[in-house]
């Protein structure tokens, strides 16, 4: 993916709206991708922590809106243990996620899973998942 980055691509808006749900800055990472070498579920998602981070910086979360990253994250704080800036990265992955379910999208659809499906799952399980993927 190329990225040219002008002053017509930076949302500042999106920035706000980032910083807004998360209480954190995402203008404060180094780009160091300790987040990534520490986050156990980046084999699993389609973009690295550092690269949300780094497009966050400038706004372009438009360019990550098929993204899986944020829905894989396991939110399990390693990654905001080991920054250097002190940056909570899970808060910023939730952020992402509130931006997605805020517009009504679910991620997944609770009555298109199969009964048997249901059945099979521990009902604490479903019940975290329908909490952080559905609106």
């Known amino acids: 993916m190329t990225l040219t980055i002008t002053a017509q691509t930076i949302s500042i808006r999106s920035i706000e709206q980032l910083q807004e749900l998360s209480g954190e800055n995402v203008k404060l990472c180094m780009q160091c ?3 990534t070498g520490m986050c156990p579920m980046t084999a699993e998602m389609d973009h690295s922590p550092r690269k949300v981070m780094h497009l966050a910086q400038f ?4 360019r990550l809106s098929d993204s899986n990253t944020w829905w ?11 920054c250097p ?8 992955m939730e952020a992402l996620r509130q931006r997605v379910l805020r ?3 679910n991620y997944i659809e609770p009555s298109a ?3 048997e ?3 099979e799952l521990p009902q604490i ?3 975290a998942a329908f909490r952080k993927l559905t609106s």
């Open 113 to 115: 899973l199969p009964a």
């Open 85 to 92: 800036r002190g940056i909570d990265i899970a808060k910023v």
């Open 72 to 82: 894989k994250c396991a939110s399990c704080h390693a990654c905001t243990v080991k």
């Open 117 to 119: 499906r249901i059945a």
């Open 59 to 62: 706004g372009m979360l438009d």
């Open 125 to 127: 399980a479903m019940v």
């Open 33 to 35: 991708a300790t987040c």
């Open 103 to 105: 517009t009504n999208k």
